[in-house]
């Protein structure tokens, strides 16, 4: 008897192939059907991945009642839509970042509620979060005592000109507004808050910020500032070479991963962002006097983990609301530094739901 969980793929989007390849690997889903605007392009990927089902609009996937849950990765503009919708027609949605609502949390929120009101799960597609190793340093985070600063970055340079100024979803600000702060600095944004328990910090600050020809963010560095003296700083975008990294700094010692996001450690091996990928295999700890310890942690794909994950809460039919509570409050900090990019350097009150 087949127990998976069927998921349908709305989209197919360049990131629908490395989650298509999870869900085809993990042991608790399967992919049931994917849907395009374009009976013909379903078809086609459908074909490519082995996928039976192929439909030429969402509306017909979302009325497909074998389907247990969503995938989105749609543009931003899109996602408010079709989660409400898919959390309508009952279906557990799992949501690419960013999310929709640049400068504000509502857009969110209403999502979220829709989620709620319907008894479905929310998730977003945050894959770190997932792996083995981020439980692990969870673990030793709370054995290193209070987390007093932090320092996270993600940050790549773009392939050529033309992709920077706009070539790109993700530095045209039509497609994702709040361009590469929205697309790079989900990562340590979340990161830092996964440090911080998901404190909300009490003022955030655009510290600069660099602009396309096409008034997208192709850069940015931001400062939180939390209770109790204790504060975090980040940067992001696409004119730096390849950083993806988090520094926690508690009061017993400092927690270091330094390949958040692809978890393949520093050899420039970039497949891990779009292939089945099996590491995050290691992070360091210092102690006081800086003397490094390498903690070697069981290697995961964590793609394969987040939909395991999603998975496992559509079995057990009970919705894990924490998984709620972190993508808004990550989302939240995200709009306020959107925000504060029209008042540089200025403290901005972070609005909590």
């Given amino acids: 008897m087949n127990n998976k969980i069927r998921i ?3 989209s197919t989007a360049e990131i629908a192939h490395k989650v298509c390849l999870a869900i085809d690997n993990s042991q608790l889903a399967e992919v049931y059907c994917v849907a395009s605007r374009s009976l013909e392009k379903a078809r086609q990927w459908a074909d490519a991945h082995n996928i039976k089902i192929a439909y030429g609009s969402y509306d017909e996937l979302l009325n497909d009642p074998n389907v247990d849950g969503v995938y989105i990765p749609l543009p931003t503009s899109l996602k408010k839509e ?4 898919a959390a309508n027609k009952k279906k557990h949605v799992l949501v690419e970042k960013p999310l929709p609502g640049a400068d504000s949390s509502k857009c969110l929120e209403e999502m979220i509620k829709s989620c709620e009101d319907n008894g479905v799960q929310f998730l977003d597609g945050t894959m770190w979060l997932h792996s083995i190793r981020t ?5 030793k985070k709370q054995e ?8 996270a970055a993600f940050t790549f340079k773009a392939p050529n000109e033309e992709w920077l100024q706009g070539g790109n979803g993700r530095t045209n600000k039509n497609q994702e507004p709040q361009g590469c702060l929205g697309d790079q600095g989900w990562y340590p944004i979340g990161a830092i808050l996964f440090a911080f328990d998901y404190e909300l910090p009490k003022y955030v600050q655009c510290l600069q910020f660099k602009l396309n020809k096409v008034d997208t963010i192709i850069e940015f560095s931001g400062f939180l500032e939390f209770s109790n003296e204790r504060y975090a700083y980040f940067d992001c975008g696409v004119t730096s070479p390849h950083r993806s990294f988090i520094d926690i700094v ?8 330094d390949d958040l996001v692809g978890g393949f450690g520093r050899t420039g091996n970039f497949n891990a962002y779009f292939e089945n990928f099996i590491g995050s295999d290691r992070f360091f700890v210092d102690d006081l006097k800086g003397r490094e310890e390498i903690i070697k942690v069981e290697a995961s794909n964590h793609t394969i983990k987040m939909i395991d994950t999603f998975a496992n809460i559509i079995q057990s039919k009970q919705t894990d609301h924490s998984w709620h509570h972190k993508s ?3 989302h939240q900090v995200l709009a306020a530094l959107f925000r504060a990019t029209q008042k540089v350097g200025e403290k901005i009150i972070v609005q909590s739901s």
């Fill in 135 to 139: 439980q692990i340093v969870k673990q």
């Fill in 250 to 257: 508690c009061e017993n010692g400092q927690l270091r991963i």
């Fill in 144 to 151: 290193l005592g209070k987390v007093q600063k932090v320092t």
């Fill in 8 to 10: 349908g793929i709305m």
């Fill in 82 to 85: 079709w989660t409400i919708k």
């Fill in 328 to 330: 808004l409050s990550t």
